[in-house]
């Protein structure tokens, strides 16, 4: 249950479910995330966080590929298979008609499923951890949330006082108990554990 008191901010979108997110003692963030078909809940020391918010933008290029493939099979079929098959022409209008409003409904899709997010990565793997639809439930809300994990990650990591290597080592373990709640998928937590490991000989 969120308390009353600590910074949160809930979030919905179309296709992207639910999100809630709250920064509780001003050093751990509590996520839950439901989306259509996966359901998460973890927590973050929020030191394990690059204060510095990235921009993403999301494009859903399977639907815009798909209007594409629909727009350039149109000719073909119109210059090559319908003469043989529709001598007179009577069907082209119709070929064009349907062609054209597949692609439009694929359009209507790629920007339904597309959206623009901004995420707090792990501070030296990079890896996205905390993903925010941008400026979602509104502006202002949204601004506010993101100063207060922002101050929260300066503020704790100027406290901190790690060394480097506890830094990295500290990373590791976050990113190991998100790869056991499916957060991280596994291979993704071999490739970013190594990078980590690299750095702490260098």
């Known amino acids: 249950m969120m ?3 600590a910074p949160e901010l809930e979030q919905k979108g179309l296709f992207t ?3 809630r997110f709250q920064l509780k003692d001003g050093r751990y963030l509590f996520i839950e995330n439901h989306a259509l078909r996966q359901h998460h809940e973890y927590e973050l020391d929020v030191l394990a ?3 510095k918010p990235r921009f993403r933008l999301i494009v859903a ?3 815009i590929l798909m209007a594409i493939l629909v727009l350039a099979l149109e000719y073909p079929i119109l210059r090559y298979l319908l003469p043989s098959l529709d001598p007179d022409g009577q069907y082209a209008l119709t070929v064009i008609i349907v062609f054209t409003l597949l692609a439009f409904i694929f359009i209507v899709l790629a920007f339904a499923y597309s959206y623009r997010e901004t995420v707090f ?3 030296h793997a990079h890896w996205p951890l905390v993903h925010l ?4 439930p509104d502006k202002a809300r949204f601004r506010r949330f993101v100063e207060a994990v922002r101050e929260a990650i300066e503020r704790n990591a100027e406290q901190a006082g790690l060394t480097r290597q506890q830094w990295l080592a500290g990373e590791v373990k976050t990113l190991r108990r998100l790869s056991r709640k499916g957060v991280v998928r596994s291979e993704e937590y071999e490739r970013l554990r190594a990078k980590l490991m690299k750095m702490t000989d260098e």
């Open 49 to 51: 966080l690059d204060p």
């Open 3 to 5: 308390s009353d008191t």
């Open 17 to 19: 479910g639910e999100r």
């Open 133 to 136: 639809l941008h400026n979602k």
């Open 61 to 63: 290029w399977r639907w």
């Open 121 to 123: 990565v792990s501070r």
